[in-house]
């Protein structure tokens, strides 16, 4: 049996660590952050956001 939302959870934390990892060799590197930055930590909450919800309400 398949749970549920788990495949949407792993990919927003992919993602949620990704952005993480980039913003911290960009802040090591002296970048400011950009679009792209805010755009992976914003798509990976969502997406771990959602397989919350979609595991919480099977129906």
Wanted: charged residues 15%; aromatic residues 12%.
């Amino acid at each position: 049996m398949r749970r549920r939302g788990a495949g949407k959870k792993f990919f927003g934390s992919v993602l949620l660590g990704l952005g993480f990892l980039n913003a911290l060799l960009g802040l090591k590197a002296g970048l400011a952050p950009g679009v792209f930055l805010f755009a992976l930590f914003i798509g990976g909450g969502a997406l771990v956001l959602a397989g919350i919800w979609e595991a919480r309400n099977r129906a």
